[in-house]
């Protein structure tokens, strides 16, 4: 599978780094992030890296409090799984009404294959990181093409959620694959049967869950680490 090489901003290189650093565990919830020692590694100022952290923050990655700077976030399984319940609640919803309007020939579906096209080559060059955020990324698109901004808007501070939890708990031996799921879910939206596409993305969110190792050994604390 070709892709053309995509070139980004330190910004980018720097989040990048970041949800890579997370889904291997370098970087882990708690983990008080030190902005001098990442310019220092990225040959950068600090504030590009004060940027780079608040792009994160507002994601809902890292957080921020006054006089102790930026850590990352810690996400419960508790928390985890409320998340997904409510996603569940709102994608059934969304994906209703994208199949009653592709019935219809108002919905168009290209950007979605092309998002999948990414998502696929990311776990095949084992960008995790990546492809974990490329993977969540695909449902807000999903809930774009619903041109309902109380769904959208609803949908949007799950999604970063979504991605620290599987930043943080994706078990690398699970034989999961988002990217075959989400060509099935545009098949169940060409199919134009509403009912079929509700239980095709009921299905696919209890398995994002299920994938999630809850066991797996996640450090969670306040140290004041480096990179």
């Given at each position: 599978m070709k892709k053309e090489t995509v070139i980004h901003s330190v910004e980018d290189t720097i989040i990048h780094y970041v949800f890579d650093a997370i889904?291997?565990?370098?970087?882990?919830?708690?983990?008080?992030?030190?902005?001098?020692?990442?310019?220092?590694?990225?040959?950068?100022?600090r504030d590009l890296i004060r940027k780079a952290f608040s792009q994160l923050?507002?994601?809902?990655?890292?957080?921020?409090?006054?006089?102790?700077g930026f850590t990352v976030k810690w996400l419960s399984q508790?928390?985890?799984?409320?998340?997904?319940?409510?996603?569940?609640?709102?994608e059934?919803?969304?994906?209703?009404?994208?199949?009653q309007q592709n019935a219809v020939g108002a919905i168009d579906l290209s950007s979605l294959n092309e998002d999948i096209e990414t998502e696929e080559y990311l776990k095949v060059t084992l960008q995790n990181g990546e492809?974990?955020?490329t993977s969540c990324d695909f449902h807000l698109n999903l809930a774009l093409l619903s041109k309902n901004?109380?769904?959208?808007?609803?949908?949007?501070?799950?999604?970063?959620?979504?991605?620290?939890?599987?930043?943080?708990?994706?078990d690398s031996t699970t034989s999961f694959c988002s990217y075959e799921e989400?060509?099935?879910?545009?098949?169940?939206?060409?199919?134009?049967?509403?009912?079929?596409?509700?239980?095709?993305?009921n299905n696919h969110?209890?398995?994002?869950?299920?994938?999630?190792?809850?066991?797996?050994?996640?450090?969670?604390?306040?140290?004041?680490?480096?990179?």
């Open positions: 889904f291997s565990n370098k970087l882990y919830p708690g983990l008080k992030l030190s902005e001098s020692v990442f310019a220092q590694d990225f040959n950068v100022s923050q507002s994601m809902g990655i890292l957080t921020y409090k006054k006089n102790k508790k928390e985890t799984k409320d998340v997904y319940t409510a996603r569940n609640v709102l059934v919803g969304i994906i209703t009404h994208i199949t492809y974990v955020k901004d109380f769904l959208i808007n609803a949908l949007k501070p799950l999604i970063p959620l979504s991605i620290l939890a599987g930043l943080s708990y994706q989400h060509r099935s879910l545009i098949k169940a939206i060409k199919s134009n049967d509403v009912e079929y596409a509700k239980s095709i993305m969110l209890h398995n994002c869950v299920d994938a999630l190792d809850f066991d797996k050994p996640v450090k969670k604390d306040s140290f004041v680490g480096e990179m």
